[in-house]
């Protein structure tokens, strides 16, 4: 039986949590396939997988995002198997998302899912981040409450832990190194708060920060707000007509994780825990495959490491 490593997803409803894993699974093979790895889904996974996908690809040239699938007032458990090609997986990853009413309504399951996780992934819709100097921010992304999720759930915290900021709807800010470097800058003063928690006594020393953009369809750019009923509605406009779906830097968030566990494998300070014990119990080819898709990872153009390089396999 393959060992267990469970990610959390935390972001309120419509901000691109599930379109952050389809377009990690669809460009993730091209990174991982140079390496003789394989990422398979569950029959579930794959089916919310392709659902999602068939939305993203029948775009139509102007539309509003919205976000989220039919049927998704339930917790979703997205499974992953991760192996060597045409053998038996040696790691599930687990990907916990749930329905963004769950911050308010059944907070407890959010703190259990942290607490049992290795790594979060904090979904950030960038257009709220950055237009109309952050104005729907607090409304769509709500940094307050998933700083307090944070400051309940790392409380007297032991295991090491990997959080990962995940602006997505970016492509507008990307565009050059000054854009990228903005979108980096407001996350840091929006998310100071939690940020510090992070940097504080009791947490410098066992949580990595890490802030990697995802473009999630990478052939639209923010066009305008609309205002209605004092509630924002995002609208995005295609590059072109016939621009297709491709995902851009989607396989940064799993190759951060990767470098992490790598970390957690060799480093020798952490003591026996359980999630410690599923690293190490991982086959050598597994590592030395990650080892090499890790080379991968960026850090520049509003990709950055915030705190712990220490924490990661990332190459000086």
Known sequence: MSKELKITMLGARGVGKTSILTALYEQFASTIGKVGLQLTPDDESINLLQARLEQLRALVDDFEATGGLEGD???QAFKFDLGKKAAKPSLKLIFQDFPGGYLNQNPQFIKQAMTDCIAVIIAIDAPALMEERSRWNEMINKPKQITSFFQQT????????????VPVRCEKYLQNETDAHKLLHKIKDQYKELLDLFSSENLRSKVACVVTPVQTVGTVVFSRIEERDQKPHFIFRKTSH????????????LLYILSFILKL????????VKVIQNVLNLD???????SKAVKECKSTN????????DKLEISK
């Open 284 to 290: 050598n080819f597994l590592f030395e495959a990650a």
């Open 73 to 75: 007032e339930n917790p």
């Open 242 to 253: 016939d621009a297709e779906y491709k995902p851009i830097d989607s396989d940064q968030p």
């Open 154 to 165: 790392y409380v007297d915290l032991i295991e090491p832990r990997l959080v990962i900021f």
């Open 302 to 309: 509003g990709f950055a490491i915030l705190q712990g390089r």
């Open 265 to 272: 494998r060799y480093d020798k300070i952490w003591p026996f």
